[in-house]
């Protein structure tokens, strides 16, 4: 039997690891992007990818073949193959897969550094190409793009703005590898409406196969989450530090460019975040605004200067955005109280009437972060209660809660988040406030068993990626969108 005692006693002179070279063994096929990176000149390679354009000059095929590992100051390989040699390659179409197995070297071509000579051409899969929704040397954009989602990731632009997503994503959990936090998956399945909105997916019952008569699951009343939030609190009170990276569902019949049905949300959670006391690590609500700030400006920072190259190809697609300067660059932004942001807009000529305790559209985002604010990103601290969840911390006016929500130029409300209310009878008397004592008693019982206060917030990921690349419809920042009477594919 093996033991674990055998494995810890192994000496560490034992525990070598191995290499073998790309060339010569790989669990994985070979790529382009790693032949351009080790540069196996007059070495035999194979390589499988899409038939993007074909040429025929003098006795040689010239084929452009691209598999999207490439970065994009190179868009394919250029395969030279002599017409003696590949007499079908006529019945080649472009989009056609196909598997070349030839030699690297270096080209004669003043374009291009590299080609591959071709020994053999094989085809995996015919393409139609008449009908093929992408034509070649076409210009291409996003609203094209989404018109076939199962496709368009065949699309250097759609590449280029899902490897910034994948980027978003391992950036995202250096970060937080590094500040100690601990990942947890909190459920899709709750019983709990978090933001009190009452814009949730409800589970139905399902039918029996065997007496197609209607069954409940589960034994209460279920649905899609729209935060994980709560669940994360219990996390946070065990582990002090914890995140989440998980889908959201929000039954929003809004058909706007920032709204999804399905969506996915980073949301954090911190223990130790007190408003009043001054012995912590937080000790006032500005302190997690700066943890909020410090994120943001560390991913954006580490994705510009990972994906410079991406950055380039958006902008020579017309898409560019104005304010990634703010976060590269601004290591504070203006934070006003909802009071302070009701006057602006009472102030106003459009905006006079607002009312009391009104909550604020997007409209009046704009007006404050085009006009009052100067078009740059800013918060908006201290909310009325009764606009907010149960869960938010009430501030010693026993009228605002320390809350905040983060309005950025050109989408409004990128993101929000709170100190926890803490206290044990304060939070009673919010949740029989709204009649969910009973259903939230767990959540309760993180207080009544000498839970520690936290506070937090959440980021949408897709709203994110629009606002450091300039994007304008959040359908083109995640595969397969799902909103309001679509969910195709």
Same mark, same amino acid.
């Given at each position: 039997?093996?033991?674990?005692?055998?494995?810890?006693?192994?000496?560490?002179?034992?525990?070598?690891?191995?290499?073998?070279?790309?060339?010569?063994?790989?669990?994985?096929?070979?790529?382009?992007?790693?032949?351009?990176?080790?540069?196996?000149?007059?070495?035999?390679?194979?390589?499988?990818?899409?038939?993007?354009?074909?040429?025929?000059?003098?006795?040689?095929?010239?084929?452009?073949?691209?598999?999207?590992?490439?970065?994009?100051?190179?868009?394919?390989?250029?395969?030279?193959?002599?017409?003696?040699?590949?007499?079908?390659?006529?019945?080649?179409?472009?989009?056609?897969?196909?598997?070349?197995? #030839? +030699? *690297?070297?270096?080209?004669?071509?003043?374009?291009?550094?590299?080609?591959?000579?071709?020994?053999?051409?094989?085809?995996?899969?015919?393409?139609?190409?008449?009908?093929?929704?992408?034509?070649?040397?076409?210009?291409?954009?996003?609203?094209?793009?989404?018109?076939?989602?199962?496709?368009?990731?065949?699309?250097?632009?759609?590449?280029?703005?899902?490897?910034?997503?994948?980027?978003?994503?391992?950036?995202?959990?250096?970060?937080?590898? +590094?500040?100690?936090?601990?990942?947890?998956?909190?459920?899709?399945? %709750?019983?709990?409406?978090?933001?009190?909105?009452?814009?949730?997916? @409800?589970?139905?019952?399902?039918?029996?196969? +065997?007496?197609?008569?209607?069954?409940?699951?589960?034994?209460?009343?279920?649905?899609?989450?729209?935060?994980?939030?709560?669940?994360?609190?219990?996390?946070?009170?065990?582990?002090?530090?914890?995140?989440?990276?998980?889908?959201?569902?929000?039954?929003?019949?809004?058909?706007? @460019?920032?709204?999804?049905?399905?969506?996915?949300?980073?949301?954090?959670?911190?223990?130790?975040?007190?408003?009043?006391?001054?012995?912590?690590?937080?000790? +006032?609500?500005?302190?997690?605004?700066?943890?909020?700030?410090?994120?943001?400006?560390?991913?954006?920072?580490?994705?510009?200067?990972?994906?410079?190259?991406?950055?380039?190809?958006?902008?020579?697609?017309?898409?560019?955005?104005?304010?990634?300067? @703010? *976060?590269?660059?601004?290591?504070?932004?203006?934070?006003?109280?909802?009071?302070?942001?009701?006057?602006?807009?009472?102030?106003?000529?459009?905006?006079?009437?607002?009312?009391?305790?009104?909550?604020? %559209?997007?409209?009046?985002?704009?007006?404050?972060?085009?006009?009052?604010?100067?078009?740059?990103?800013?918060?908006?601290?201290?909310?009325?209660?009764?606009?907010?969840?149960?869960?938010?911390?009430?501030?010693?006016?026993?009228?605002?809660?320390?809350? *905040?929500?983060?309005?950025?130029?050109?989408?409004?409300?990128?993101?929000?988040?709170?100190?926890?209310?803490?206290?044990?009878?304060?939070?009673?008397?919010?949740?029989?406030?709204?009649?969910?004592?009973?259903?939230?008693?767990?959540?309760?019982?993180? @207080?009544?068993?000498? #839970?520690?206060?936290?506070? #937090?917030?959440?980021?949408?990921?897709?709203?994110?990626?629009?606002?450091? %690349?300039?994007?304008?419809?959040?359908?083109?920042?995640?595969?397969?969108?799902?909103?309001?009477?679509?969910?195709?594919?």
């Amino acid at each position: 039997m093996f033991r674990l005692s055998f494995i810890l006693n192994i000496r560490p002179s034992s525990r070598q690891i191995i290499y073998s070279s790309r060339f010569t063994h790989s669990i994985y096929p070979l790529t382009i992007r790693e032949v351009y990176d080790k540069k196996p000149l007059n070495q035999s390679i194979n390589l499988i990818g899409y038939l993007l354009n074909a040429r025929k000059l003098k006795t040689h095929y010239f084929l452009d073949l691209f598999d999207g590992s490439l970065t994009n100051n190179q868009k394919h390989l250029q395969v030279v193959a002599s017409f003696n040699n590949h007499p079908d390659l006529p019945h080649l179409t472009y989009g056609c897969s196909i598997n070349v197995q #030839g +030699k *690297f070297v270096q080209s004669n071509h003043p374009k291009q550094e590299f080609e591959l000579q071709a020994e053999t051409i094989s085809l995996i899969n015919s393409s139609d190409a008449s009908n093929y929704p992408f034509k070649p040397n076409a210009e291409q954009t996003l609203l094209m793009l989404r018109k076939d989602e199962h496709l368009r990731l065949r699309s250097p632009l759609a590449q280029v703005v899902f490897r910034l997503r994948s980027q978003l994503m391992f950036s995202l959990y250096e970060y937080f590898y +590094k500040h100690n936090f601990v990942q947890i998956q909190t459920p899709c399945l %709750t019983r709990n409406d978090c933001e009190g909105g009452g814009e949730t997916f @409800r589970i139905q019952p399902y039918k029996s196969h +065997k007496t197609q008569a209607e069954k409940e699951y589960f034994n209460d009343q279920v649905y899609l989450t729209v935060s994980g939030q709560l669940h994360l609190e219990t996390a946070a009170n065990g582990f002090g530090r914890a995140y989440t990276l998980n889908p959201a569902f929000r039954a929003d019949k809004n058909l706007s @460019r920032f709204h999804l049905a399905e969506f996915w949300m980073l949301e954090v959670e911190v223990a130790g975040t007190y408003n009043y006391l001054n012995f912590v690590c937080f000790t +006032k609500l500005d302190q997690l605004l700066n943890a909020y700030i410090d994120l943001l400006r560390t991913l954006a920072i580490d994705i510009y200067s990972k994906c410079s190259e991406e950055f380039k190809y958006l902008i020579k697609n017309n898409i560019q955005s104005t304010h990634i300067d @703010r *976060f590269l660059q601004q290591n504070d932004y203006p934070r006003i109280s909802y009071e302070e942001a009701v006057n602006y807009l009472r102030n106003s000529v459009d905006f006079h009437n607002f009312p009391d305790d009104g909550d604020f %559209t997007r409209a009046h985002e704009n007006y404050l972060c085009q006009t009052i604010m100067n078009n740059q990103a800013f918060f908006i601290i201290n909310y009325p209660k009764k606009l907010k969840p149960f869960y938010m911390s009430i501030n010693d006016d026993d009228a605002t809660v320390a809350n *905040f929500d983060f309005i950025f130029p050109s989408i409004g409300e990128l993101s929000g988040g709170s100190l926890r209310e803490h206290r044990f009878e304060n939070l009673k008397l919010r949740l029989d406030e709204f009649d969910l004592t009973h259903d939230l008693q767990w959540y309760l019982d993180l @207080r009544r068993f000498g #839970g520690m206060p936290t506070g #937090g917030f959440g980021l949408g990921i897709e709203r994110f990626l629009m606002a450091i %690349t300039g994007i304008d419809n959040v359908r083109d920042v995640i595969l397969f969108p799902r909103y309001y009477q679509h969910c195709d594919g």
